[in-house]
């Protein structure tokens, strides 16, 4: 089947990248899971490898790479390799885009010599106790008083909340009776800023490595240098990029399906019962066939997506149809191919187990399966 085309450049990025995963990063998975995240010094290592500085400018000491592409092809060897690397992908994918797009010459200066080399690692902190994905409903106060803004509130399930040096808090600095959404600003709180405390590194179904904190706000004093963008246009920012966003998910997902299939694949061909393996069986066959069909389905639908959105043509509506396609399916095959692996499936020694638990989120971070069903919905006309 058709696969989308890759230059000499990005074949040689995806090499030198599975090479990395494999020989530093693969041997201490466990280790890391178990320490809830990953060593700092990996975002440094992956720096010196050119994965943290690909869409850095180059004056800044990045690749200045302006394709998606390169991003798809670490998402897709993290997956394929079952390797681990934290909040990198976050930080890459939905993080940097808010500064390559709205930061100022001095902030680019401030904080992209560091994004290049990996020193510095971001979060986003949009979700509260009371908020999920009614953004217009952050609660969170950010009251300007001079060259400063007063930030007050809590913050929670932040990826890379733990480790990140800096943080991109989503705050209301001012509230429009008539339009929920406006009044929202983007304020860069940086580590060490009195009155910013972290507090659990919060215990995970899946997902394990990548470090998922609370994060609290106590009359911190957030320079007004350190707004991203304007005040009280957060929520368009954000919009803007969700389409990107659902791409980084939809594409960890589809990698997810294609890797279950040929380990599950690869195992039923050496397992057996009733002296014969497992691959002999009718129901085996017609499960991987009906499963490799639709997974090649969502190939084909997730490398047409990617051009459009290298393309700038994506819309919303249709990157929530990949995501909603891509994440049901992954839960789909994992859990069939963790079934096909019987009882050796619900241990976690065996990759497909630790896939199974790491796939649920997908149908819920990035907008859930519910929040991508009225947005298609809405683009239907209904």
Not at 153 to 160: A, D, N, P, Q
């Amino acid at each position: 089947m058709r696969r989308r085309p890759e230059s000499a450049e990005e074949r040689a990025f995806r090499e030198s990248l599975r090479a990395f995963l494999t020989e530093k990063v693969l041997p201490h998975v466990q280790e890391w899971e178990h320490a809830r995240l990953v060593p700092k010094s990996l975002y440094a290592e992956l720096g010196a490898l050119g994965v943290t500085g690909l869409q850095v400018p180059e004056e800044f000491g990045g690749s200045g790479e302006t394709s998606f592409l390169y991003n798809v092809a670490l998402a897709e060897e993290v997956a394929r390799t079952g390797a681990v690397t934290g909040a990198l992908q976050l930080h890459l994918n939905v993080v940097l885009p808010y500064f390559l797009a709205y930061a100022t010459p001095s902030q680019r200066a401030r904080w992209f010599p560091g994004f290049a080399t990996g020193e510095l690692v971001t979060a986003i902190a949009m979700t509260e106790p009371g908020t999920g994905s009614d953004l217009a409903g952050i609660s969170a106060t950010a009251v300007r008083d001079g060259d400063d803004y007063v930030l007050n509130g809590t913050k929670t399930f932040i990826t890379g909340g733990i480790q990140a040096d800096l943080v991109v808090v989503v705050a209301r600095t001012s509230r429009d009776p008539g339009d929920r959404r406006a009044g929202l600003t983007l304020l860069v709180v940086e580590q060490g800023m009195p009155g910013f405390t972290r507090g659990r590194n919060l215990e995970k179904i899946g997902l394990k490595s990548q470090d998922t904190g609370e994060l609290f706000f106590d009359d911190v004093r957030v320079p007004v240098a350190n707004r991203l963008g304007e005040e009280g246009r957060a929520f368009e920012y954000l919009t803007a990029n969700l389409p990107q966003e659902r791409m980084s998910i939809a594409v960890s997902a589809q990698a997810t399906c294609e890797r279950a299939i040929e380990l599950t694949r690869d195992y039923v061909r050496e397992r057996q019962a009733f002296g014969t393996p497992i691959a002999s069986f009718q129901n085996t066959k017609f499960v991987l066939a009906g499963l490799s069909a639709r997974v090649e389905a969502g190939r084909q639908l997730v490398d047409a997506a990617l051009e459009e959105l290298d393309a700038g043509t994506l819309t919303g509506a249709d990157a929530a149809r990949v995501k909603l396609y891509t994440t049901e399916l992954q839960a789909e095959v994992v859990d069939a191919c963790l079934q096909l692996h019987g009882g050796y499936g619900y241990m976690l020694e065996y990759p497909i187990a630790r896939m199974y638990a790491d796939a649920r989120v997908s149908r819920i971070y990035g907008g859930s399966s519910e929040i991508m069903k009225s947005i298609i919905a809405k683009d239907l006309g209904l």
